[in-house]
């Protein structure tokens, strides 16, 4: 979730650095949501916004990416409760790990190609972005958008439509 998300921010600002903090922000968001906000009211926002945007709400920073919003800290990074999430902080906790089984640098790129197939509004729908560009691949994420496997149905639908 981590690398799609800074991946999606990365394509439609062009800042690397937030991009990081983006996505480790809003895998520790859904993480949590997932876990303990049933019946919890969405963060997706009621303005229709038509790309990245910085505003205010209730006095505190916000990010808009589509319909989508985000808390900033004080140093402009997302945050969530009181703690910035930093490019260091995605050094730590995401890209350390994928470089203990692949390098980095091949799953980025990767996952900028893949995220790239997708329209600027699929990318600026939160729900959008969850059910087609996430969804498809988070159980395989490395087989498929890595390693450019197909799975065993993508073969057999694909022989389908051929006979």
Known sequence: MAILQAARYYLLTGDLEKAFSFGLNRAIFYAWAKHYGKGV???ASERLVKGVERGEED?????YIGDEK???GPSGYFMMGDKEQTPKDFERNVISKVESVIP???VWKAALEYVKRFSKETLLSQ???FEKVYK???DNFLETVVEKKKSTLDVFFKEGERG
């Open 41 to 43: 009211r969405s963060f």
């Open 59 to 63: 006095g505190k920073p916000v990010v």
């Open 70 to 72: 985000a808390f900033l």
């Open 104 to 106: 980095f640098e091949k």
């Open 127 to 129: 729900q959008a972005f």
């Open 136 to 138: 498809p691949v988070r």
